[in-house]
């Protein structure tokens, strides 16, 4: 599939095609007047045979490529039918008003949403880059990576533990019941087309949403081929297919990534080459949406990837020959009914992975097999006068047949309120808990209280404060040798405070103080001959971050920022979390023209502590990681440059496993345009 003429034909494919210019696709969000998001609109293009529904936060990216001058109507059992002009380069905030007695369709202006409320904000994702690429864009984020492509991919936000933030794909939890983290590296790029993201402790999410939500939008809505070519090996090719029709939306994607993954890389002032990094991905996915009516709609979705990967070591420590073949499946069906004011929804979804490691050289050789079923239930009510409620009823089953960790499973079952009281038009008050219960395990209740208020025009305040938890993982629990069945939940308490200022429409900024202090960690001690994992461990962490987007409407410039400071402390030795650095920050620059986008992003990591030592803790030094790209667009295909790593700066996220240098990729998608 991946022949040496590869790149040759990214290059000789365009001299065949031939067409105008290709535009967008529209990203928005649906919202009531006073901001809170409506699930579950349909978004239909001027095409009449295409549409989406939004998510539970009224997200929604639309199905066609749109132009200037395109409408898109948006339909929602309850409320007035609107028609809205597209606005491509922009991500459009639409309201939708009451329909008691069922009014005609209107015709509205529409607003851009600089970032969503409840703390919600989206990114987009273009051409095929890496993941360092696409998750800096998250304020606070730090990536862990285990090296190149075929290293473990973890985030963890605000200087906390990956097992602190909780990662959905289309609203599944994709959390491992083994070891409380989500690998990202077995989501391949093209799963990556949006995310959006809540900084604010998940209390309706339950265990592991502590220090935040990254929820993943998966679907690109179109039907295209997709081929990249890029150093060190790598090919990708990636084929869309979209069906639509009145009443039923089918989206299919079937793909391969192939990275040979060894690159040279410098230590100790010597280079040398990092080899045992092969990555091999296949990938598909499916999802089937079906309106019964104008009310009821039915959702099918499956997700496979898998992976074989070579394991290459730490950098003074290779591994030749370790391999690691893992495989994850998802799967769900939702069905919904939506009401006057509100909706109710079943959801029955499966989440199921293999893990096989082999290390001759040491003899392991261990097999996992994890998986976590879970049927949920969630009825929303909105009274938009004054109030609004959201519940999630949840039964979850977590089952572990491991070398490692033994047999085991476990049932939880959870109970989560919402509450949105807006005695004012200018203030609103949103108090969620939750109760949390597995038998022999844990009995938790947890809760957040939010205050917004509006002080003056274009000037929002908001406060909140709460607990939140994360139970222990079977590896915690039963690892051989040295698991504790006795672990209790790690708990945390935390406070934020935010502002954002709305100077204009095309300019916007965001405040935000965020102060969490955990106790109960769990950590990995010395017990004798053996490590064994406690609650001994206690943290405090605060953080100032700015964010801030700014876009002429008359010239082609946007612009996009965020810096993060950090102050984090571990209580038991009154030092700086390790792997937390002292600020972050990304400035993202697009030059967007007709047919044509110019990007420039650079990203900012300051030093961290890698490791705890005497007489000095080891340091990984900060790094500036800067990338470019440049995207051409025509009615049949589209061409998407990019250099990463500009600077060819040799820099860690993880402590012995260096990443790969500058770096290209050529990315030529293919797209049949669809008839108006």
Known sequence: MFSRRFP?????LPVYLYGSALPNQQVGVVTTDNGTPIPYATVIHSSGNSWVLTDENGFFRSVLPVSPGDSLTITRYGYQTVVIAARPAQTLRIVLRPDPIQLPGI??????????????????????????????????????????????????????????????FDDIDLTSAQNG?????????????????????????GSGAIDGVVQIHPWSNQ????????????????????????????????????????????????????????????????????????????????????????????????????RRDDHLRISALTIGRLLKEGYVKLQVNRRDSREHFVFPQIAVNSHHVVSTEAINMVYHRQDNRRFGLLTRLEWKRDRITSTDAGKHRRISR??????????????????????????????????????????????????????????????????????????????????????????SPAFSLTGTVRRIVSRNLIQWVPRGDLWQPENVARSERLSYSLQGNLQWPDLPLRIQGHLTKLRTEDRKIRKPLRYAPEYLGALNIVLPFPQTDIG????????????????????????????????????YFKIHFAIENLLDNHYMTIYGYPEPGRSYRLTLTIQQPEKP
């Open 600 to 635: 420039l992003q650079v990203h900012y990591t300051g030093k961290r502590i890698a490791m705890y030592s005497w007489p000095a803790d080891v340091l990984l030094p900060g790094f500036t990681f800067l990338s470019t790209y440049f995207e051409l667009r025509k009615k």
């Open 8 to 12: 040759v034909i990214l290059l000789l």
């Open 223 to 322: 039907t295209n081929l997709s081929l990249t070519g890029g150093s060190y090996g790598y090919r990708s090719v990636t084929g869309n297919l979209r069906w639509s029709r009145q009443k039923n939306n089918l989206d299919l994607m079937i793909g391969k990534q192939t990275d040979r993954g060894d690159y040279p890389v410098v230590w100790k002032q010597n280079t040398v080459k990092r080899r045992n990094n092969r990555f091999d991905q296949d990938f598909w996915s499916f999802r089937y949406q079906n309106l019964f009516s104008g009310r009821s709609f039915l959702k099918i979705v499956v997700v496979d990837s898998r992976q074989k990967r070579g394991v290459a070591g730490l950098v003074w420590s290779p591994t030749s020959d370790a």
């Open 181 to 205: 983290e989500t690998d990202l590296s077995q989501l391949p790029i093209p799963f990556l087309k949006t995310a959006s993201v809540s900084r604010a402790p998940g209390v309706f999410d």
């Open 414 to 503: 959870s109970l989560a309120l919402r509450l949105r009281y807006q005695p004012l038009t200018n203030m609103a008050l949103t108090p969620t808990v939750r109760w949390d219960d597995s038998k022999n395990l844990y009995r938790k209740i947890t809760y957040d209280v939010k205050t917004g208020f509006n002080a003056v025009r274009r000037l929002d305040l908001s406060y909140s404060f709460g607990t939140a938890f994360r139970y222990p993982t079977f590896n915690d629990l039963f690892w051989e040798p040295g698991g504790n069945p006795d672990l209790r939940a790690e708990t945390s308490r935390h406070q934020i405070m935010e502002i954002k200022l709305d100077v």
């Open 107 to 168: 015709t509205v202006g529409t607003e851009t949403a600089d970032s969503f409320k409840e703390g919600i904000m989206p990114f987009p994702v273009t051409g095929e880059p890496s993941r360092i690429v696409i998750y800096q864009q998250i304020p606070g984020l730090t990536l862990r990576n285990y090296g190149g492509s075929a290293g473990i991919a973890t985030i963890g936000l605000d200087g906390g533990p990956a097992t602190h933030t909780q990662i959905r």
